[in-house]
C-alpha cells in the first residue's frame, strides 16, 4: 500500500462562522467550529448519525481576557427560556450564524475605520523582523552538490506524467510584503474576515489591490499602499455565550468587539530574484528567494482557504469524499495538499491527495463508548462509575480534545484538560452570592434536566480553575485531527480511503485543480500576474533495466533476470546464496486453541522441509520439546524472562534461534524482542498461528529467508559485482561501504519519551548486503543524530573486523529529512562522520551524503498513449519499476533524482526522492540511479526490489526496534513537565546477536 496517511476534510462558505475562544496551544490544529443553535436533545447525544454531509466548526475568534464561567448564576426568565428538549435542529451548524444574518439594527454599522500613521512607539520593534544572529556569527553553510551532468540517458524511455502544475508569474511584478498586528489577538478565521472587511470598505486606503493575508502576521499586496504606516480600528459583531448575557442587554446574542488592526511595510520583493534562480545559466551563488515564494504561496492558499479548512500545507473539504467512519471514535476525510515547489521547468505547484484521521463529531459519552471497549454497556448502566485504571484511560482519550456543551445556546469551546476526582453527584460550586449550589441541582433548576450518568466524573477545562462539564451534556467538536494511535482496523480503514489506482488518482488532482477551490479559479491570482496551468507536467523518464541475480543451487551458483512486470522472483529449482546452519533451536508457544497447537508438529516438519530445499539447515529436532505457555506471560515482563532464561538453560546457553508462535498480535512483542536480545542474547523469530493454519509454501519461504538472514545468511546477491558495473570509481580490491542512517520519534500525543537514531553499515564486497546496526536514544524530537560519530566509529571497527582493512570509499545514504533541515543536517552529520575518520590515522576517504525521502507528494502516472494500438498493457496501472526522473520535476540546480523502484501493487506508486547533498565520489547521474536501483534487489527480507534503498530501510527498521525497547522500559513513564524530558538510555544489545541482522 503506498499511500501515506496525511490531513483531509472540508468546510464550505455558509458553515464558516464567528465564535468565541478558547486557546489552544498549537495554531496549526485549530479547527473551527459551527454548532451555533444546537439544542439539548438526547437522541442527538447518545445515537451516531450516519449523515456525513458536515461541515467544521469555525475555531474561536478572540480570546476573551476572562472565559465566562461554566455554570452561571440562572439569568432572568426574560433573557433565556429553558431549553425544550424536543427543539433539536439535525443539521445545526449548517446554519447561517446571527451575525451573519440580515438583522436591521444598529449593530450592522459594525465597521469603524480611523486611519491614521502610526507612531513609531505603537509599531513593532525595529529588530522584530530581523533575524536573530547568533554570537559569534555561524559558518557559512556548505554549499549543497550541483547536478553532474545534464542526467541520465540509461534505460528505456517512458512518457509520463507529474502531479506538478507550472506557475507563470512575471518576473518584474513587486509584491509589497507588509507586517500585520491585530490587537486583541483573534483566530486566523476571523483575522482573515477582519483582513476582508478592511479592504472591502477603505479601498483608497489599500490603493485599491486586494492583498493575500496569511491570517497570522503577513499581507503581501500587489500594490504599494497610501502610506508605509497605517492603524485602524474596526468594531465587528460577535456572537456571545449565553452566560455572559445580562439582564439590560436581554435576547441581544451579539455584541461588538473592537480590534486594532497596525499594518507596517516589512520590505519590497522583487520576482527578477526568483527567475535568475529557475535559469540555470546564471551565477551558483544566488540563493533560492524564499519570501518572493513563500509570498505567491499565500497568494496562492487564498482562494482554497475561503472554502476548505487547513491542516499544516493541505486543505480539507467533504466535497471531496465525504467522511468515513472507521471506528473508535474516528473518521476518515480526505484533502489534498499544496506547495510551489522551484523545479527545472520552472515554478510548479505540488498538488497531491491527502489523507487523514479526525475525531468524531458526536457526544462524549457515545464518543468513550466506541473508543474504549469497557464502556460498551454504560448506556444500559448508567449508573456505574469508573475504576482508577478506567478513569487513567477516559482521560488520556479526552485529554486536550475540543468539545462544546448542549444544554444551552452557546459558542463556547473547551478544551479537556483532565477529569474531577468526584463523580458528578458529589460536586457543588459556589455562586456569585456566595451560597453553595450542588451540580444535579443546577441542572435540574436551571436547565430542567436530569443528570442521568451521575457517578461518572465532569470534565475539567483548566488546571486551576474549577470549571465542570458534565460529560452527557458535552459533544466533541468537529474538524480536530485525531492524534491518538490507530488500531490496525484504523489504519487499514483509513489507508483504503486514501488507496487509489493512478487513473482515479489524477482524476482527483485534475478535479481539484478545475474546481471552485483551486488555487486559480478566482481573481487573487490575476492580481499578482499569476497564472497556474491546469494539465499535469509532461515529461519523459527512463526505465531501467533489472540486475541478474546471484542465487545458490546445492553450492554452485545460479543467475536470474527478474524478467516478470513487477521485478518479481521466485525460488523455484533454486536456493539462497548463502545458507545459514541451525542445529541448536527451540519452539515457544503463546496461547491458541487445542486445534492450533496440535499443528505445531507439522509445522516444524514443513518449516525443516523448506529450509532444506532454499539451502538452509534447520535441524529436524529442537533441543528441548516445544513449550506451551498461555498468552498471559507476554502480559507479565518477569515471567516471560525467566521462561525465556530457562529455555536458554536448558540448551546450554548456546541457543542460536527462538521461534515463537502467537496466538495473536500481542503488546509483548515488544518485551519477548527486548529481552531475547539484550538479556538473554538468543536470536527470535515470531510468527502467529493463523499463518499456521495454512501452511504455504510462500508463508514457509518467506518465514525461512528471514532466519536465514538473522542468522548470517544471505538471500541474494548481484551477479554482475558493483565495481563490474560501476568500474568507473568502484574495484574489487577497493571496498566500500554503504551506511543509512534514521531518526524515529514518539508518538504526537508523547511528549517526553526520547527520540531514537539509528545507523548501519555494510560490512561485505562487492556483495555489500550483511548491515551491522547501532542504535542510540537521543533528546525528544532531536532530528540531528546526536552519537553519529561514535556510531560511525563503532561500525567501522566492525568493517575492519570482517575485512581486514577500512573502506575506501562511504556512501551515507539519510532517511527522513525534510528539506528545510538540509544545511543543517549537512552541517553537523558531515562533520560528525569526518570527526569518526579522523580517529584512524591518516584515514579521510571520500563521501557521498545523500538525503533519502519517503514523504513528499509527487507522483508519476503513466501518460496514455496516443491510439490504441500503441496502448501499453500495463497502462492503467502504475510506472513499472525502474522508472527513474532526473528532469523537469526535479531541483533546477541541485543533483536529485525520483527512482520508482518497486511495483505498487495498491494505490499510486510513490517514488523515492533521492537527494544528492554533498559528493566527493563524483558520481555521474546514470552511476548513482543505477547503483541505487541494483541495492533495492538485496535486501534480505522478500524476493522483489523494494522501495527504498536498503541501507535506509534497515536503518528504519533498527531504529524502530530501538523504539520497541524504549516503549516497554518506561521510555515515557515517571517523568513531569517541571523539568526537561530526561534521555533513557537504549539496553546494549548483546555480544552473541549485535553483529547479526536481528533488526529485519
Known amino acids: ?88 435542529r439535525p443539521k445545526p451548524h449548517l446554519h447561517k450564524p446571527p451575525w451573519k444574518q440580515n438583522h436591521h439594527h444598529h449593530h450592522q454599522t459594525a465597521l469603524e475605520m480611523i486611519p491614521r500613521a502610526i507612531n513609531s512607539s505603537m509599531g513593532a520593534k525595529r529588530d522584530e523582523f530581523q533575524p536573530v544572529r547568533d554570537l559569534p556569527p555561524p559558518a557559512p553553510p556548505l554549499k549543497v552538490a550541483r547536478r553532474p551532468d545534464s542526467g541520465g540517458s540509461d534505460g528505456t524511455v517512458i512518457s509520463l506524467l507529474a502531479n506538478h502544475f507550472l506557475v507563470k508569474f512575471n518576473p518584474l511584478q513587486q509584491i509589497y510584503h507588509y507586517d500585520v498586528e491585530i490587537s486583541p489577538k483573534p483566530s486566523k478565521d476571523v483575522a482573515r474576515l477582519i483582513k476582508n472587511k478592511l479592504v472591502e470598505e477603505n479601498s483608497a486606503i489599500f490603493s485599491g489591490g486586494n492583498p493575500s493575508f496569511d491570517g497570522r502576521r503577513n499581507l503581501f499586496s500587489p500594490i504599494k499602499f497610501q502610506k508605509d504606516r497605517l492603524e485602524l480600528y474596526i468594531n465587528l459583531p460577535l456572537p456571545i455565550p449565553n452566560s455572559l448575557i445580562t439582564p439590560n442587554l436581554e435576547d441581544n446574542t451579539e455584541k461588538l468587539k473592537l480590534f486594532r488592526v497596525s499594518i507596517k511595510i516589512v520590505s519590497k520583493l522583487d520576482g527578477g530574484e526568483l527567475s535568475k534562480y529557475l535559469r540555470n545559466d546564471t551565477d551558483e551563488s544566488i540563493p533560492l528567494p524564499q519570501d518572493y515564494l513563500q509570498a505567491l504561496d499565500v497568494v496562492l492558499r487564498e482562494n482554497p482557504l475561503s472554502e476548505c479548512t487547513p491542516l499544516g500545507r493541505s486543505l480539507y473539504s467533504t466535497s471531496m469524499g465525504g467522511a468515513k467512519d472507521i471506528g473508535g471514535g474516528a473518521i476518515g476525510l480526505r484533502g489534498f495538499f499544496q506547495s510551489l515547489r522551484p523545479t527545472k521547468q520552472g515554478l510548479a505547484l505540488n498538488v497531491d491527495l491527502t489523507v487523514t484521521a479526525f475525531h468524531e463529531s458526536i457526544g462524549v459519552i457515545p464518543y468513550l463508548q466506541k473508543r474504549l471497549s469497557f464502556l460498551n454497556d454504560l448506556s444500559e448502566r448508567k449508573t456505574r462509575g469508573l475504576t482508577g485504571e478506567e478513569k487513567k484511560e477516559v482521560e488520556k482519550a479526552l485529554k486536550n480534545v475540543k468539545v462544546f456543551v448542549c444544554h444551552r445556546e452557546t459558542v463556547q ?65 468537529e474538524g480536530q485531527k485525531f492524534l491518538g494511535k490507530l488500531s490496525d482496523d484504523q489504519t487499514a480503514k483509513i489507508l483504503k480511503l486514501g488507496c487509489q489506482k493512478p487513473r482515479e488518482r489524477k482524476a482527483i488532482i485534475d478535479g481539484v485543480m478545475a474546481g471552485p477551490f483551486g488555487p486559480s479559479s478566482a481573481h487573487q491570482a490575476r492580481e499578482f500576474n499569476l497564472r497556474v496551468l491546469t494539465e499535469m507536467t509532461k515529461l519523459n523518464g527512463r526505465v531501467l533495466q533489472p540486475p541478474k541475480l546471484k542465487l545458490g543451487d546445492g553450492g ?25 546452519r541451525i542445529g541448536r533451536w527451540a519452539l515457544v508457544s503463546f496461547g491458541g486453541t487445542t486445534a492450533q497447537k496440535s499443528i505445531i508438529p507439522k509445522f516444524i516438519d514443513q518449516l525443516t522441509q523448506r529450509c532444506e530445499q532454499l ?48 496466538e495473536k498480535k500481542h503488546k509483548g512483542y515488544a518485551d519477548l524482542k527486548r529481552i531475547s536480545e539484550t538479556s538473554i542474547g538468543v536470536m ?111 561500525i567501522l571497527h566492525d568493517f575492519v573486523r570482517e575485512l581486514s582493512k577500512l573502506p575506501k570509499r562511504v556512501i551515507f545514504f539519510r532517511d527522513g529529512v525534510s528539506e528545510t533541515q538540509f544545511h543543517k543536517v549537512l552541517r553537523d552529520e558531515l562533520q560528525a562522520i569526518r570527526d569518526a575518520f579522523s580517529r584512524f590515522t591518516g584515514y579521510n576517504p571520500p563521501i557521498t551524503f545523500a538525503v533519502v525521502q519517503k514523504r513528499h507528494h509527487t507522483r508519476l502516472f503513466p501518460a496514455d498513449p496516443v491510439s490504441g494500438a500503441a496502448r501499453n498493457q500495463f497502462s492503467d496501472e502504475n510506472v513499472p519499476p525502474g522508472t527513474v526522473v532526473d528532469s523537469v520535476i526535479t531541483h533546477p540546480k541541485e543533483f536529485d533524482f525520483y527512482l520508482c523502484s518497486h511495483w505498487g501493487v495498491k494505490g499510486t506508486s510513490r517514488p523515492t526522492h533521492y537527494h544528492v ?39 528504519h527498521l533498527a531504529a524502530y526496534r530501538g523504539r520497541l525497547y524504549l516503549d516497554r522500559t518506561g521510555g515515557s513513564s515517571g517523568l513531569t513537565r517541571c523539568g526537561p524530558p530526561k534521555t533513557i538510555p537504549l539496553p546494549k544489545v548483546r555480544e552473541s546477536v549485535k553483529n547479526l541482522m536481528f533488526y529485519c
Request: proline letters at 7%.
Open 1 to 88: 500500500m503506498e499511500e501515506e496517511t496525511d490531513n483531509n476534510n472540508k468546510c464550505t462558505p455558509k458553515t464558516k462562522s464567528l465564535t468565541a475562544t478558547t486557546t489552544t496551544h498549537n495554531p496549526q490544529h485549530q479547527h473551527q467550529h459551527h454548532y451555533h443553535h444546537l439544542h439539548f436533545h438526547p437522541h442527538y447525544l447518545f445515537q451516531h448519525h450516519s449523515n456525513t454531509n458536515f461541515g467544521f466548526f469555525n475555531q474561536n475568534l478572540y480570546h476573551p481576557s476572562s472565559s465566562p464561567p461554566l455554570l452561571p448564576l440562572p439569568p432572568p426568565h426574560s433573557a433565556i427560556s429553558p431549553l425544550p428538549l424536543l427543539g433539536f
Open 413 to 477: 469551546r473547551y478544551k479537556v484538560h483532565s477529569l474531577t476526582d468526584e463523580s458528578t453527584e458529589n460536586l457543588w460550586f459556589r455562586d456569585r452570592n456566595g451560597n453553595n449550589l450542588w451540580v444535579l441541582n443546577y441542572f435540574k433548576e436551571q436547565y430542567n434536566y436530569k443528570i442521568q450518568y451521575r457517578n461518572l466524573p465532569c470534565l475539567q477545562t483548566s488546571r486551576r480553575r474549577p470549571c465542570y462539564l458534565p460529560m452527557e451534556l458535552c459533544v466533541v467538536c
Open 556 to 580: 554452485e551458483v545460479t543467475d536470474l533476470i527478474p524478467s516478470r512486470h513487477d521485478r518479481q522472483w521466485n525460488f523455484s529449482g533454486s536456493q539462497v546464496f548463502e545458507g545459514s
Open 615 to 662: 539451502g538452509i539447515f534447520l535441524n529436524k529436532n529442537t533441543v528441548i520439546r516445544p513449550q506451551f505457555e498461555s498468552m498471559q506471560v507476554l502480559n507479565n515482563v518477569n515471567l516471560l524472562e525467566s521462561k525465556l532464561k530457562k529455555i536458554q538453560r536448558s540448551a546450554s546457553n548456546n541457543l542460536q534461534l527462538l521461534i515463537c508462535v502467537m
Open 684 to 794: 527470535s523469530q515470531c510468527c502467529l498461528y493463523q499463518n499456521l493454519a495454512r501452511l504455504s509454501s510462500q508463508f514457509l519461504a518467506n518465514l525461512a529467508i528471514k532466519i536465514n538472514a538473522k542468522i548470517g545468511g544471505c538471500t541474494v546477491a548481484l551477479y554482475t559485482s558493483l565495481p563490474a558495473q560501476i568500474p568507473r570509481l568502484l574495484t574489487l580490491d577497493e571496498p566500500v561501504m554503504f551506511m543509512g542512517a534514521d531518526v524515529t520519534h514518539p508518538h504526537p500525543l508523547d511528549d517526553f519519551s526520547p527520540s531514537v537514531a539509528a545507523v548501519v553499515g555494510s560490512v561485505n564486497w562487492p556483495a555489500a548486503n550483511k548491515y551491522v546496526s547501532k542504535m542510540r536514544s537521543q533528546t525528544h524530537r532531536q532530528e540531528i543524530i546526536q552519537d553519529l560519530s561514535i556510531m560511525v566509529e563503532e
Open 917 to 955: 547533498l554533498w559528493d566527493e565520489n563524483g558520481f555521474t547521474s546514470d552511476e548513482l540511479e543505477k547503483l541505487v536501483y541494483n541495492l533495492c534487489f538485496t535486501f534480505v527480507r522478500c524476493t522483489k526490489p523494494v522501495s527504498l534503498v536498503p541501507p535506509c530501510y534497515y536503518a
